[in-house]
């Protein structure tokens, strides 16, 4: 097993491309995207029940990476989420093939 990082972000859904082109530009070679469904936060619950288009909604992104990149990844993401709804995360976690990250 290899110490590595897992980041998740979670961000309104159109700011994904801007993020992860930001991501991309810091040298990250992977992440995965996900729809959030809905969540509770500091302006109370939410959901994309109902909602016609993706604007209103939110996508999760999760990183894993090598520890010695997390700061890259970090700067990069932050000058995205700083001005937009959205939360970072990291988490330590371990992987099989580290040559993948």
Not at 22 to 30: E, H, M, S
Not at 73 to 92: K, M, N
Request: glycine residues 10%; charged residues 25%.
């Amino acid at each position: 097993m290899n110490d590595a990082k897992r980041v998740e972000i979670i961000i309104e859904a159109p700011m994904e491309t801007r993020l992860t082109d930001a991501l991309d530009c810091a040298g990250v070679t992977g992440y995965t995207i996900l729809p959030v469904m809905g969540g509770s936060g500091s302006s109370g619950r939410w959901s994309r029940e109902g909602q016609v288009s993706r604007a209103g909604g939110m996508v999760a992104i999760i990183c894993i990476i090598r520890p010695d990149r997390l700061d890259a990844l970090l700067e990069a993401a932050f000058t995205v989420v700083e001005r937009h709804i959205g939360v970072i995360s990291v988490s330590d976690c371990a992987v099989l093939r580290a040559e993948r990250f």
